[in-house]
């Protein structure tokens, strides 16, 4: 009974890692540069298939194509976000017509990037072994690879709440997302702030993409699904807390774990209802203001 | 006799749409069994956009529940489909969207702009996923085979549909209502404050477009012989009718009509061309640079440009359609 209650808790545990991970890069986006970026899942998507590239045909180890994964990800972002929203947001008369108009924007991108995709690496599904031995943990027992990428993930949600709170750069950003005018006020460069918000979002989502590959196998059209987990988890944590998506990744992630021990295929439906439920009760989430 | 006058605006718009329709009606008799098959998929979409601009075009709140209501016309008619008859199977499977819609405005249409539309989104993977976990433990199935009708009962039934709708949204944009809604896109305050019951108007407009889409989805159920929930509940079928009726612009109710014939055509000449070349699949990156193309340069869709054309080749006419 222990054993079974720990394997649930450390499983959910272990996917809420990621879930933390790429909802905190959403948030950011969303948050800071008011983009509800739909297309989230496909740099999701695009860090697995590049950290399986740099893998299968270079043999780079999965933990190095982290550093390059997330500059290449991160610049793809950033020049997203210089062309196409920052020319939405100044042709945009308010900031609802904008946040609509970039959520088209991104939905488009989510159709470019996806097809893409599909012509460098085709449909089909891909995957490879990374520290797939198993270890045990007092009795419950997991592969390696998915405690590596725990790990990693908290890392870089940690370093990354530390940028943004203590570093000139991550005040800026708070400044932004406060209020963007009074902040262009004072001196921030506010279209290259809310580039490098997008840029970061879309980095975080490579990143997790490329933490994903190491665990599960991966396709083109995988990007949707996790999109969808981003959201609800920002739901939760409230539209825009950083810190409130970090803490909504690991509850959705230990949520997925139990009703999937007690009724495996209802783990996405439960997401909804809770999802659902708490935009009815409380839609500014359990961290938002 | 002032010849001008007679062949007036008034007299003309009417007298063009009435032979459109003579001319969509007698289409069966004198086509091959292509141009039906490929109509009723065009009428299919612009009925989908359509509907959903009566109440996201008016009002702002960006709704991406389409593919939900078209799913429960689908399965209505799916479950429904054997025992009633063709008609009453289409109305239940409308009835159902409506009585969803209406629930489901009645819990959201308090919420205001993003959290509208990701709540909207949330009700379409919901029901397929719930649709999903009940065939595999409850019905013990998955997918189901529909008995097929014939392609141009299919075409006819799609086109009253289409008629129907379109008197709908004529009469909702040109009465009181389509006043109130809006006033209700521009300012939901000042427009509570003139007395406008917005929560009561919000949801029944918004279940009058859903009943449009759950009876598209009925019928066109027996277009395809199988249906599964990812073909029911496919999320896509939520962003086309925006994607539609953005490119075509929303400011005109000709725009959503255009728009969506306009992208149906551009798909099927893509797949089909592209398919030759094995890339069938690729006409979603044209739409996605399309969409792009259009946010950036074409902030009024289609119309716009039809207006910046007319006005520019008109002169300072007034531009009244």
Not at chain 1, 30 to 53: C, D, K, P, Q
Not at chain 1, 188 to 197: D, E, H, Q, S, Y
Not at chain 1, 204 to 215: D, P, R, V
Not at chain 2, 202 to 221: D, E, L
Request: glycine share 12%; aromatic share 12%; charged share 10%.
């Amino acid at each position: 009974m222990i054993v079974t209650i720990l394997d649930v808790a450390i499983a959910g545990l272990l996917m809420g890692g990621i879930y933390a991970l790429i909802s905190m890069g959403l948030s950011l986006q969303y948050g800071v540069a008011r983009v509800l970026n739909i297309a989230h899942g496909e740099f999701i998507m695009l860090g697995a298939f590049i950290t399986w590239s740099l893998f299968s045909i270079f043999g780079i180890n999965p933990l190095v194509s982290l550093a390059i994964c997330g500059p290449i990800i991160f610049i793809i972002g950033f020049l997203l976000h210089r062309t196409l929203f920052t020319r939405l947001r100044i042709s945009s008369p308010s900031l609802a017509v904008f946040e609509g108009n970039s959520m088209l924007a991104a939905f488009a991108l989510l159709f470019i990037i996806q097809n893409v995709a599909i012509l460098i690496w085709g449909a089909g599904i891909k995957s490879y072994t990374y520290l797939a031995f198993p270890v045990n943990i007092g009795g419950a027992v997991f592969a390696a690879n998915r405690l590596v990428t725990l790990g990693f993930a908290i890392a870089i949600g940690v370093i990354f709440y530390i940028f943004l709170a203590r570093t000139r750069l991550g005040k800026a950003i708070r400044a932004a997302a406060q209020d963007p005018v009074t902040a262009g006020l004072m001196g921030v460069n506010i279209n290259r702030v809310l580039a490098l918000c997008f840029g970061l979002g879309a980095l975080m989502a490579g990143l997790g993409g490329s933490l994903i590959s190491m665990m599960i196998s991966i396709q083109p059209t995988m990007g949707l699904e996790y999109t969808v987990i981003a959201l609800i988890v920002v739901v939760i944590g409230g539209l825009g807390s950083i810190l409130g998506s970090f803490i909504g990744g690991f509850i959705l992630g230990l949520v997925g774990s139990i009703v999937t021990y007690i009724e495996p295929g209802l783990a996405m439906v439960a997401y909804y209802l809770l999802f659902m439920l708490l935009l009815l009760a409380k839609p500014t989430g359990i961290l938002g203001k | 006799m002032d010849v001008t006058k007679f062949i007036s605006k008034r007299s003309l718009l009417p007298g063009l749409l009435f032979l459109t329709l003579v001319v969509l009606a007698t289409a069966p008799i004198y086509t091959g069994g292509y141009f039906v098959i490929l109509a009723s998929s065009v009428l299919l979409y612009i009925v989908l956009t359509v509907s959903w601009t009566i109440f996201s075009g008016p009002t702002g709140y960006i709704s991406l529940a389409s593919a939900a209501f078209f799913g429960v016309g689908i399965y209505a008619s799916v479950i429904l489909g054997e025992a009633l008859p063709l008609p009453i199977a289409i109305f239940v499977g409308g009835l159902a969207s409506f009585i969803l819609a209406l629930l489901v405005g009645a819990l959201t249409l308090r919420l205001r702009g993003i959290y509208f539309a990701i709540f909207t989104f949330g009700l379409v993977e919901l029901l397929l996923y719930f649709t999903l976990w009940w065939e595999v433990n409850i019905t013990g199935t998955t997918g189901r085979v529909v008995p097929t009708l014939d392609n141009t009962i299919v075409y006819y039934v799609i086109l009253l549909i289409f008629v129907l709708l379109m008197l709908t949204a004529y009469f909702i944009r040109h009465s009181k209502y389509g006043l109130a809604l809006q006033s209700i896109g521009e300012n939901e305050e000042a427009a509570a404050h003139t007395g406008i019951n917005i929560t009561a108007l919000k949801i029944v407009t918004f279940a009058i477009s859903a009943f449009f889409m759950g009876a598209a989805g009925a019928i066109m159920a027996t277009r395809w012989t199988y249906i599964d929930p990812k073909i029911a509940f496919n999320p896509l079928l939520s962003f086309m009718p925006v994607l539609m009726a953005i490119f075509g612009g929303m400011g005109q109710l000709y725009g959503p009509v255009i728009g969506a014939a306009f992208f149906t055509l551009l798909k099927e000449y893509l797949t089909t061309t592209l398919a030759k070349y094995g890339l069938g699949e690729l006409y979603m990156l044209i739409f996605g640079l399309v969409l792009v193309a259009a946010l950036l340069y074409l902030p009024d869709g289609l119309v716009g440009l039809i207006q910046r054309l007319r006005r520019r080749y008109l002169g300072g006419q007034r531009v009244s359609t």
